[in-house]
Every structure is written in C-alpha cells, then in structure tokens.
C-alpha cells in the first residue's frame, strides 16, 4: 500500500515562511497529480494547492494566491510547498494529498473525494 509523508511543520511568526515537504513511499503506485489540503479546528477542510505529474499545471487556492508555491521532484515522488508571508489564518493541520487519475468528471484539483491518498498531516501554528 502506497503512503504519503508530510515534513517540515512548526510554529513561525506572522509574516514568516516554512516549507512542506510529502514523499510517496511504499508501494509505488502512478501519480496523476499531488496537492495540498488544510484543515483548522472547527473549520472544513480546505483545498491549498496542486500539481499535475504530467505538464505540471499548478491549482492554487484564492487565499494562498501569490504567497504559497507548490514543486515536485518526478524522481523522488515528492511534492513541497514553500509558503511565505504567512498569516495567522493559515494555522492549520496540511495534508499532502495524491491522485492516480481523474474522475468521469475530469481533474478537480480541488475536490478531496477525488484524491486516492492521504497523509497523516503536519501542523503549521503561525503566531501574530
């Protein structure tokens, strides 16, 4: 069974950057495209960013448009999401997420039931 591995969380102040790092491990399984999900206590989860495999279109969430960037790495199987001029709104639970294809409705890039893999997830506290 393939997994993913979310790396590089902490606590930053306001205004800060961290980068996320998720690596596909295990049994190896084709990519499609990979992305990241957010979700805060009490709140829903959140559609952040993505990146198809094949091209490498990124989706990006409003919110994080201009401040967050996401990458891959084909060789590796990994996935970073390099997030500056962080906010406090940001503080979150991210989850690294990964897709082997699309749906009969296409690629969603931010629809999480369209997602095949999920990690455990990596805090991101931002302080103000």
């Known amino acids: 069974q393939g997994q993913l591995v979310e790396s590089g969380g902490g606590l930053v102040q306001a205004g800060g950057s961290l980068r996320l790092s998720c690596v596909a491990s295990?049994?190896?399984?084709?990519?499609?495209?990979m992305g990241w999900f957010r979700q805060a206590p009490g709140k829903e989860r959140e559609f952040v960013a993505a990146?198809?495999?094949?091209?490498?279109?990124?989706y990006y969430a409003d919110s994080v448009k201009g401040r967050f960037t996401i990458s891959r790495d084909d060789a590796k199987n990994a996935v970073f999401l390099q997030m500056s001029s962080l906010k406090p709104e940001d503080t979150s639970v991210y989850h690294c997420?990964?897709?082997?294809?699309?749906?009969?409705?296409?690629?969603?890039?931010?629809?999480?039931?369209?997602?095949?893999?999920w990690g455990q997830g990596t805090q991101v506290t931002v302080s103000s």
């Open positions: 997420v990964a897709s082997t294809g699309t749906t009969s409705w296409g690629y969603r890039p931010g629809v999480g039931a369209d997602y095949d893999y």
């Open positions: 990146i198809r495999w094949n091209g490498g279109s990124t």
């Open positions: 295990g049994r190896t399984f084709r990519i499609y495209s």
